[in-house]
């Protein structure tokens, strides 16, 4: 049977230095040139085979605006 095992990864920055971007590459393997700005929070999972096992990532992509106030705005608390 497979093992699924789980990582939780927030990415955290300024404003435009492309935290979506890398979170839309990674999960879905796609570049966006007029991405809009992250409000608050999103949250994003991936799961990939690695040997015989499965690697489940949850990912939290922050707002770099400050105006956001993206860590105060997830529901679970980081
Ligand atoms: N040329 C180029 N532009 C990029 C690259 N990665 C991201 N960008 C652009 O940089 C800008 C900002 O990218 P985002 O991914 O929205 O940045 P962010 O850090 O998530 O920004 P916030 O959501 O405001 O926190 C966008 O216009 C992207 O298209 C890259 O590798 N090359």
Known sequence: ???IEEF??????DTGVAKSSIVCRFAQDY???N????I???F???TAPCGNDLHKF???DTAGQERFHSLGASPEGY
């Open 8 to 13: 939780k990864v927030c990415l955290l920055g």
């Open 58 to 60: 949850l990912l939290w």
């Open 31 to 33: 570049f966006d040139h």
């Open 1 to 3: 049977m497979m093992a």
């Open 35 to 38: 991405i809009s700005p992250t």
């Open 44 to 46: 994003v999972t991936k």
């Open 40 to 42: 608050e929070v999103s």
